[in-house]
């Protein structure tokens, strides 16, 4: 565009510049200022090549923006800005034109441009608060402009000064004129200006006269200051035109100047004048001078007189100085060797001059509006002086001088800056000259920054010099005193500024030191640099502050930081840098600085300087480096860019980022120096440059930007003070935020919040790094984060009640509670609070940040916490009492929680599969579900529930990274919460919407539960006496059905979808996809059941609705492409399975470790160690791997133990395993050792004694004899032991060289984990004195020999007790034994002292043995294994104790998994496993040896036992009801019996089998007290116990057996139970009133006598109690009405009654339970009243409640739940082995191809080609499998050609296929009936090769195969001839089987008698048979036919 239409481009830049502009756009960000830069440079660059183009388009711009008009300050300040801006770019513009440019038009943009200009700088004058700037800036402009356009400029000048020649006096405009101060002036312009003045200066009204003295001499400085070669020129060669000229106007001004007044306003011009000629100057400098040259010499004279004080008047003698001054500021630029007169001159004057202006007794001072002037006039004086004579410096020491006016200090400082900065012309002398004042000038720095800061006062200086204070001018009275201060305080922050200024020009004049010490140096640079640190916060003075900046910039320049102290520059830039960083850090922090950006730029400038330095000195970087304020100014660094990175303002986070950079570099500086790896010095090095490395990202929105820094804050692993402190000092600062944003919202969402939300992402992401910095240092495993054990005791499902009452109750319930909780616990409660934060105004927006922040944002080290949090949160909504409260404050916890977590687990954050598995979300997701169902169904519940769904799918897929305690459990109960929201059709909303919406949530509950059920076995709660196979199938048949039924709907719908349009479309969409999930639930569910569910769903391939069957064949073929393992429907199923349980507990990982087993000894408790003990010992040394094992064991052992003498003495778990090592594998050699030698001790004569203890000694004993008999026999006995090592036994010998080996290992390991650090040598005898062999010893003697020889009767050694005198011989010898053993000597024991020397002796010889039997190993498989066979009894114990502690094992491998070393599979197998094999049978808390309680038996016990009652089928059938069963103890310790009443069925069960049952069960309890919990939920007249039958009760059992029960409680009482009990009150007196009765309504107040844990009440009574709709308040209807609660649960209603009724004497509370599947109907009679009729009740109950509406629907709900999941019955299927798979399911593929629905062909070709992929059957390739592919309906012949190929290729599928075959015939339509027979046909031929064997059971299989088949040509009158022809036709070819077809036939006609239709049918068989082969037919007919019948 640029290139083709120039114009319109420039003009469409111009107008983006006009439209960006400030007073366009408002107030002004970083990015705005950036592009309105752009625009800027774009318009300059343009410029110079339309230079027309772009200044019109300027002027234009600024002629509107001067027209607008403007209201209040900010748009004031807008339009300054936009002025600025463009006076600016016109300048730059017109500064850049070329010269050669000048043509009309550029005339013509003169006349349109100047006029703007010139209102500028005429309308702005002072007053006006910008208008000094404006002013310069037109100024600036007006000079480029003038530069190549003069003439434009002068003709105006020149045309005003002719209009004042006419003018009348009253209106003298003479702004024109002043034109001339502020234009570009060479020496030609100005000549012509001179000209023009003296043209017309005579007829100039009088103040346009002073106008033209006071604006020519302006001119004459713009000529000097900016050309002055030109002027030094005219000193070496004089112009005449302009000494002409300057002549003439000294004339004309000097006969002007009559007066005093006026002389004094002219004679400034007039020694310019005079300058100007210089001719002239030398001719009047000689003595005589001719007249026209008097008047000058005169002006002289007088000049000089008047600065001497003589000229009369104040004012002649303030214009001579001024005179003066310009004389000597011009000689200045004269050069010396031109000795030209004006130098004697100036010396003439000069004295008087610096007397008059610089005297401190009496100031210059020409009042008070001329101040600036004076200043001037000093400054100009100043610099002159110093220029004429540099070391003259009687006036520098005046100004310096502490005693004198601040003016003189300001007018010092200034000068000094003044002769810095000009540019210097040659001659003139250096700033060098006065480098020796630089201490003074420091002393006036410091002095003048106190003043300064005091005055400001609002922040405490943070360093004071203690220095003199200036006396200024302190004389005015008391009354002005404040006024005073604060102008002081003024001029103080003008003289400090300078002062900054003066440090910026050049740093080294302020640091220069000549001759001090290095330390004095190193403080004087110290001070320094610390004071101008204290000026860059102030915001009140941004200049100063700016300024400082700048100095303090220069300062750091490396070359500059070299002077701070040259001796040690090093250590002094780490000392003195680091404050500088610190201090400015610290302010950056703790206020929000105004100009906090700026700042921080700076400090990035500040950083890079550092860095150069350190480079150019990068050898010795690190010196003085280590000192403590350094690593403060490191952490305060970090802590501030931390910080940084939360602002609202994009550009600061931007420069934060960038600044990581450079402490990168510094790092690597440092880390080269030191030669140590980076890491050490900055331990975030990485994370650092990845942040500087995004900086450059300038185009990003805010909020990118933000989630770039929050990914790379989550990437910071290692915790530094520095991220710690900016983590807590955010924290104060959100809370504080927090705080004022809910007492204070703005309106809109201004920066406080987004300032807010940056904060809060910031300690999301960075929260991480506090957890690791806050735990404790120690052992570094993790401990699981799973809150206290009493509240995770309850079981997974039924949540106890949690700690806090509700979580939204305040914010500080949390941390008050906890004080010690650390910040970031807070954090997360805090935000917990907000995410259902209430405000009206910003509570959405509070709540939404706070949700996608926690699921976005949070750092992943965080969620456990975070996990937990929401647990306890969730957890409280459920106590135990009453409903759950619904209220929208949950509503909404539950709805952000599930937001977060679908957020957590969606994003696969870096890191985050390491931390979600350290807390478990199992209990959570239950609580959600569980709150969730109950908010029934308006379409915000809907959409939760959808949502919760997705999370559940999002859970699964995340599986593998999350930890489960219990996920079989866990999953199964999810399934069944999320199957009942999937509604199908039976949801009949009206509102297409609703419809829409949960036709959504059908498909997310199917999509979660398909992802819920993949692999998962069906674990059914524990029902009412149902074995767990069947309950499985139950299980599995309501799922299935209910998913059929699903399916069901989804082509009912379709159908009628037909017609309709779009909606409609959309919905066969959603169909589609909610079959497709459904087929995929029902293949995930047989695949994962194949075991309980394959014989109940087979027969749906013969289902009459075709659609049903095509479904069910695309399950089955689902199933073999996922490959599932029919093995489980085998017999041995069960053992397998306990197989594989084992061999995972034995499973041993990569390093030897064992995962499982180590678990289990880690969580199972103390009481069943003994148990443990002996199941791990046989289970791994029946697999050869025990010694993996007592490794496993005993290294753990060692390494908890303190010393060598507590190792193995406890009751540990490797203790009892040691010792039954010791009982099992030593017994043998025990015996065969011990009993010789104690034979012959227990032989010893009646007067030999062996007590050594002598106040035991009986009379006549000798003391000495009997230590001599002890050591004697001690003697014999050790040798022994000692020699038999040969003997020991091989798995001894492992266990002690695993002891050994274990001790030397772990003590070495922990010595060097310990000793590492400290750099000590490890030595294993460094921690126990004794090496590691005497723990074999000690252990051996403690456990194995000594038990033995202290108690041989009871080791089993001997067969009766020793003597009482012989044990203590025994018991003293084993001390003896055990002291040589541990290698230590008596000491506490007198007695026993003498027996040392033997003891010290055989140390050696012991060691020796221990090291025989310990040194090596056995090959584990040569050790002989009596065990190798594993009794039922332990692999069932390891049952129960693995499913016992399945949920802590996954605790403790979740927080235990290292890192996912292990990883999840065992424990996910273990779980998939324990859930196959069901819940352990109830083991009896103690197994009491009843023989030996000598126990009466009644005389119906005896009756019983002696019929063998025990042994009957009928008595074991009732065993497994569990009608009667112990289990847990109460509270008191009692063991604790449970009779589930409904499990009795009155007629079914002989009532004497169940006396007898519960008297064996109760047997070995009852001669101690007991308890008994009886169950009556749901009990009624079927559960009765006949009269005669409850008598029985109170005399079968013995007397003491009644006296023992120390309490009965009976639960749930209903009706029924108080009608039967009034009914037989007779016979229940004894119990009417009785204190040992108590009735229980709840679990929890059975919680008061049994411990929850100790519970076993029947899942169905329990689950009665789960999310309940309770309506209270309500009116049972009946003769007399009662108040009752309506409780509708998920399968049952509840009616409970509110007020006790009495029942056996107590006062009780009725619950009466009525199941769904009991429930007749239901109905509304109005909107106060229903009724309900039962099944089993005559009368229907009514009942009156105002929400009768809500009642109704709850119930129907769950009766229509109830009714999808009922089966069509499907006929159950014959017991499938899994052989029999690829037969049955052969014929079903086949009948199925022949059907005339193309969708039910494609699904059997389908489930054919995955029949033969899985079983490879060979068809010789002529399958392809297929979707979409439309198989042609007449495709018999290919069916059978698959038969025929199969038949021959696959004959031993032969027997299942044709029984199948004949199974389905009969269910088969008349076409595929005949297509059934022809494919059958083929297979006939196998049956020959079955008939061959000798094995029966297959004969056997034929014949009944050939029954079933003549069965079927019975049956099928239609199909008859077909059969005859088909079946028996070809049986007939087939001569081998004649025999056994015959047999068959001839067998049935008899059965059916002469003349019977069966007798025909068979006849006719025969004659088809003969068909095929007559003869041998006829033959065998012959010979078989019994006689009577020929």
Same mark, same amino acid.
């Given at each position: ?1470 779980? +998939? @496993?324990?859930? %196959?094999?069901?819940? *352990?049978?109830?083991?009896? #808390?103690?197994? /009491? &040896?009843?023989?030996?309680? =000598? ?65 064996? +069960? @109760?047997?070995? %309890?009852?001669?101690? *007290?007991?308890?008994?919990? #009886?169950?009556? /939920? &749901?009990?009624?007249?079927? =559960? ?73 009440? *029947? ?332």
């Amino acid at each position: 565009m640029a290139a083709h239409k120039p114009v319109e481009w420039v003009q469409a830049v111009i107008t983006r510049f006009d439209e960006q502009l400030p007073i366009k756009v408002g107030h002004q960000n970083t990015h705005t200022k950036v592009s309105t830069e752009h625009n800027k440079e774009c318009l300059i660059n343009i410029s110079k090549y339309k230079f027309s183009l772009v200044i019109s388009g300027l002027t234009t711009i600024l002629k509107n923006v001067n027209n607008m008009r403007i209201f209040g300050e900010a748009s004031e300040k807008n339009l300054y800005l936009s002025q600025l801006i463009i006076l600016d770019t016109l300048e730059k513009c017109l500064a850049g034109q070329s010269k050669d440019c000048l043509r009309l038009d550029e005339t013509m943009l003169v006349k349109q441009l100047l006029p703007e200009i010139c209102h500028f700088i005429y309308t702005y004058r002072e007053g006006h608060q910008h208008a000094a700037e404006l002013r310069a800036s037109a100024s600036a402009v007006l000079f480029s402009l003038s530069c190549n356009n003069f003439n434009a400029v002068f003709s105006r000048i020149s045309t005003r000064l002719q209009e004042l020649t006419v003018c009348s006096e009253d209106n003298v405009d003479v702004h024109d004129i002043e034109l001339m101060q502020y234009i570009n002036v060479d020496c030609s312009k100005l000549k012509r200006l001179l000209q023009e003045t003296v043209l017309k200066f005579r007829a100039l009204k009088k103040p346009a006269q002073l106008a033209v003295i006071n604006s020519l001499e302006k001119a004459f400085w713009n000529w000097v200051e900016n050309y002055p070669d030109e002027f030094t020129m005219l000193y070496q060669r004089p112009q005449a035109d302009m000494a002409e000229a300057a002549e003439k106007l000294f004339d004309l001004v000097d006969s002007f100047a009559e007066s005093a007044k006026r002389k004094a306003a002219v004679w400034p011009l007039q020694i310019i004048l005079l300058i100007l000629c210089p001719e002239i100057t030398h001719t009047i400098s000689k003595d005589t001078v001719e007249d026209s040259k008097a008047n000058k010499k005169l002006f002289l004279d007088s000049l000089r007189k008047a600065l001497a004080g003589q000229g009369g008047s104040k004012q002649l003698t303030e214009s001579a100085a001024i005179a003066c001054v310009k004389l000597c500021k011009a000689s200045t630029y004269i050069n010396w060797e031109d000795h030209s007169t004006i130098f004697l001159l100036v010396q003439s004057i000069v004295i008087d001059l610096k007397a008059l202006l610089f005297n401190p007794a009496k100031p210059f001072w020409r009042g008070m509006g001329s101040q600036n002037a004076d200043v001037e006039l000093m400054m100009d004086c100043f610099v002159s002086c110093f220029r004429i004579s540099p070391h003259n410096n009687q006036h520098f020491k005046v100004c310096l001088a502490a005693s004198s006016p601040s003016t003189f200090h300001f007018v010092l400082v200034n000068s000094l800056h003044r002769i810095i900065t000009n540019s210097h012309l040659d001659w003139w002398p250096k700033i060098d000259a006065v480098y020796c004042y630089s201490g003074e000038l420091r002393f006036m720095f410091s002095d003048t920054l106190n003043r300064v800061i005091q005055g400001v006062g609002t922040h405490a200086p943070l360093r004071m010099t203690p220095s003199l204070t200036f006396k200024g001018k302190m004389t005015t009275s008391l009354k002005f005193k404040e006024k005073t201060t604060d102008l002081d305080t003024r001029s103080y922050k003008c003289l400090l500024l300078a002062l900054v200024k003066l440090i910026h020009a050049d740093p080294k004049l302020m640091l220069h030191n000549p001759v001090k010490q290095a330390p004095e140096m190193q403080s004087s640079t110290a001070e320094l640099i610390t004071g101008l640190v204290q000026l860059v916060p102030l915001t009140n003075t941004t200049q100063l502050s700016q300024e400082a900046m700048e100095a303090l910039l220069v300062l750091h320049q490396p070359e500059t930081i070299e002077l701070w102290n040259p001796d040690s520059p090093i250590e002094t830039f780490w000392d003195i840098s680091s404050q500088v960083l610190f201090l400015i850090c610290r302010k950056l922090i703790g206020q929000q600085m105004v100009n906090g950006t700026e700042v921080l730029k700076w400090l990035r400038e500040i950083l890079i300087c550092r860095n150069k330095f350190l480079l150019k000195n990068k050898e010795c970087a690190t010196m003085g480096g280590g000192i403590p304020i350094c690593r403060q100014a490191q952490t305060k660094l970090e802590v501030c860019l931390y910080m940084f990175l939360w602002s609202p303002d994009t550009e600061a986070v931007l420069v934060a980022m960038s600044c990581f950079r450079h402490l990168c570099e510094e790092a690597d500086i440092r880390s080269a120096a030191d030669e140590v790896p980076v890491q050490n010095i900055l331990p975030n090095y990485a994370t650092f440059s990845e942040l500087a490395s995004v900086s450059n990202m300038m185009g990003t929105g805010r909020s990118t930007l933000q989630k770039r820094v929050m990914a790379l804050l989550r990437r910071i692993e290692h915790p530094t003070p520095g991220n710690i402190e900016a983590w807590e000092d955010t924290y104060a600062k959100w809370d504080q935020a927090t705080k004022q944003i809910l007492n204070f919202p703005k309106n809109k969402a201004d920066d406080g919040q987004q300032e807010w939300i940056n904060m809060t992402g910031f300690l999301c992401a960075l929260g991480g790094v506090c957890l690791q910095q806050r735990s404790t240092p120690g052992p570094a495993t993790y401990s699981p984060p799973m809150g206290p054990m009493s509240e995770r005791k309850h079981s997974m499902i039924s949540m106890g009640p949690c700690d806090v009452s509700n979580p939204m109750a305040s914010a500080s319930s949390c941390s008050s509670s906890a004080s010690n909780e650390t910040p970031v616990s807070r954090f997360l409660d805090r935000l917990l609070v907000l995410l259902v934060c209430g405000h009206d105004r910003v509570g959405l927006h509070v709540r939404t940040n706070v949700k996608d922040l926690l699921g976005l944002e949070l750092s992943p080290a965080l969620y456990p916490m975070l996990f937990n949090k929401l647990r306890n949160s969730i957890g409280k909504f459920f106590d135990t009492q009453g409903p759950v409260p619904i209220n929208d404050t949950n509503t909404q916890f539950v709805e952000q929680t599930i937001a977060i977590m679908k957020n957590l687990l969606d994003n696969h954050t870096e890191g985050s599969s390491e931390h979600l598995g350290q807390a478990s979300i199992e209990t959570m997701m239950l609580n959600l579900v569980r709150y969730v169902r109950i908010l029934g169904n308006v379409v915000h519940a809907i959409q939760i529930k959808t949502k919760l769904c997705q999370l559940v799918e999002v859970m699964m897929e995340r599986r593998d990274d999350l930890s489960f305690c219990q996920e079989m459990k866990f999953r199964n109960k999810m399934v069944e919460y999320l199957t009942d929201w999937v509604m199908g059709t039976s949801n009949q909303a009206a509102d297409d919407d609703i419809k829409c919406l949960t036709r959504d949530l059908d498909q997310a509950s199917m999509e979660a539960v398909v992802s819920l059920l993949a692999g998962l076995p069906l674990q059914p709660e524990e029902g009412d006496g149902v074995e767990l196979m069947e309950a499985k199938s139950q299980l599995f048949l309501k799922y299935f059905t209910l998913f059929m039924n699903l399916l069901n709907d989804c082509s009912e719908v379709e159908d009628e979808g037909q017609a309709v349009g779009g909606r409609k479309r959309g919905m066969s969409r959603r169909l589609a996809s909610l079959r497709h999930c459904t087929v995929l639930a029902m293949s995930n569910l047989l695949n994962a059941n194949v075991d309980s569910g394959l014989m109940h769903s087979i027969g749906l391939g013969y289902h009459k609705d075709l659609q049903t069957r095509a479904t069910f064949m695309e399950v089955l073929t689902k199933i073999l492409q996922q490959g599932t393992e029919f093995d489980t429907l085998a017999e041995t199923v069960l053992a397998d399975r306990f197989e594989r349980l084992v061999e995972l507990v034995t499973m041993m990982g990569d390093q030897g470790e064992l995962p499982i087993a180590m678990a289990l000894a880690n969580v199972v408790p103390g009481s069943q160690w003994d148990e443990l003990a002996r199941v791990l010992v046989t289970l791994f040394d029946s697999r050869h791997l025990l010694y993996q094992l007592l490794w496993n064991m005993f290294s753990k052992e060692v390494e908890l133990a303190d010393s060598m003498q507590t190792l193995f003495r406890g009751n540990s778990l490797a203790s009892k395993i040691m010792t039954f090592c010791f009982k099992v594998y030593g017994a043998a050699y025990l015996q065969k050792l011990l009993e010789p030698l104690l034979r012959g001790v227990i032989t010893t004569p009646e007067h030999i004694s062996f007590e050594v203890d002598p106040t035991r000694l009986e009379q006549g004993e000798n003391l000495e004899e009997n230590q001599r008999n002890l050591l004697q026999i001690t003697e014999r006995f050790f040798q022994a032991i000692i020699g038999s090592s040969s003997e020991f036994p091989p798995q001894l010998r492992s266990v002690c060289h695993c002891l050994y080996q274990a001790t030397c290992h772990s003590l070495l390991n922990k010595a060097t984990v310990k000793e590492k650090k400290e750099n000590k040598k490890a030595v294993v005898s460094q921690r126990f004195p004794q090496n590691s062999i005497g723990a074999v010893g000690s252990a051996m003697f403690l456990r194995f020999v000594n038990p033995a020889i202290v108690s041989p009767y009871e080791a089993g050694i001997l067969d009766k007790k020793p003597l009482p005198r012989i044990e203590r011989g025994l018991k003293l010898m084993s001390k003896i034994l055990q002291s040589i053993a541990n290698h230590v000597l008596f000491t506490k024991e007198e007695h026993m002292r003498p027996f040392n020397d033997f003891v010290k002796s055989n140390f050696d010889s012991a060691r020796r043995f221990f090291l025989d039997i310990a040194s090596d190993s056995p090959p584990s498989d040569s050790v002989n294994h009596s065990l190798s066979f594993i009794s039922d009894g332990n692999v069932l114990a390891l049952h129960r104790l693995l499913w016992n502690n399945q949920e802590r094992i996954g605790q403790y491998l979740s927080s235990n998994r290292d890192h996912k070393a292990v990883g999840r599979r065992p424990f996910d197998k273990m779980a +998939t @496993l324990l859930a %196959y094999l069901g819940p *352990p049978e109830h083991k009896p #808390v103690a197994d /009491t &040896h009843w023989s030996s309680l =000598n126990l009466t038996s009644s005389k119906f016990e005896e009756f019983m036992t002696r019929h063998q009652v025990h042994e009957k089928e009928e008595f074991k059938a009732l065993k497994t009801l569990n009608i009667f069963y112990q289990a847990g103890t109460s509270k008191t310790g009692n063991p604790v019996f449970y009779y589930v009443a409904r499990r009795f069925k009155t007629g079914q069960i002989n009532g004497d089998l169940l006396i007898y049952h519960v008297l064996l +069960t @109760l047997k070995p %309890y009852y001669a101690k *007290p007991y308890e008994i919990v #009886v169950d009556l /939920t &749901h009990v009624g007249p079927s =559960n009765r116990f006949k009269t005669d039958f409850l008598s029985k009760w109170f005399v079968v059992f013995p007397g003491f057996a009644y006296e023992n029960v120390a309490a009965v409680y009976v639960y749930n009482c209903n009706t029924w139970v108080r009608e039967y009990t009034k009914y037989h009150e007779r016979l229940l007196t004894g119990l009417k009133g009785s204190k040992r009765l108590q009735f229980i309504d709840s679990p929890a107040k059975l919680a008061e006598h049994i411990e929850p844990d100790q519970q076993k009440l *029947p899942a169905a009574t329990l689950t009665l109690e789960e999310d309940l709709k309770v309506f209270h308040n309500a009116l049972k209807l009946a003769h007399k009405d009662t108040k009752v609660s309506i409780k509708v649960g998920s399968t049952a209603v509840q009616v409970t009654s509110a007020e006790r009724t009495r029942v056996l004497g107590q006062s009780v509370f009725l619950n009466d339970v009525y199941y769904a599947s009991e429930i007749e109907e239901i109905c509304l009679v109005d909107e106060s009243q229903f009724t309900l009729t039962m099944a089993n009740q005559g009368t229907p109950l009514t009942f009156m409640h105002q929400e009768c509406d809500a009642i109704v629907q709850s119930i129907i709900h769950i009766r229509t739940r109830w009714e999808l999941s009922q089966p069509d019955s499907i006929p159950q299927h014959t017991k499938i082995r899994p052989k029999d798979v690829p037969g049955t399911l052969l014929n079903i593929a086949l009948l199925n191809l022949g059907s005339s629905d193309p969708s039910l062909r494609s699904a059997a070709y389908n489930l054919l080609c995955a029949l033969t992929c899985t079983f490879n059957l060979k068809i010789e390739g002529q399958l392809l499998e297929t979707s979409g592919l439309c198989i042609p309906a007449n495709n018999t012949l290919f069916i059978v050609s698959i038969s025929k190929t199969l038949a021959a290729n696959e004959p031993h599928l032969t027997l299942e296929f044709l029984e199948e075959c004949i199974s389905g015939f009969s269910k088969s339509s008349i076409e595929l009936k005949h297509l059934c027979l022809e494919y059958m046909t083929p297979w006939l031929l196998n049956l020959v090769r079955f008939c061959k064997h000798n094995d029966d059971a297959k004969r056997q299989r034929v014949t009944a195969i050939l029954d079933k088949l003549i069965t079927m040509t019975i049956n099928e009158k239609q199909m008859y001839p077909s059969i005859q022809a088909k079946i028996w036709g070809s049986l007939g070819q087939i001569t081998d089987l004649l025999d056994v077809v015959l047999d068959s036939f001839i067998k049935t006609s008899a059965t059916g008698g002469l003349g019977s239709i069966k007798a025909e049918v068979m006849a006719d068989t025969a004659v088809a048979l003969a068909s095929g082969n007559v003869k041998l037919v006829s033959s065998k007919i012959d010979d078989s036919c019994p006689e009577d019948t020929h």
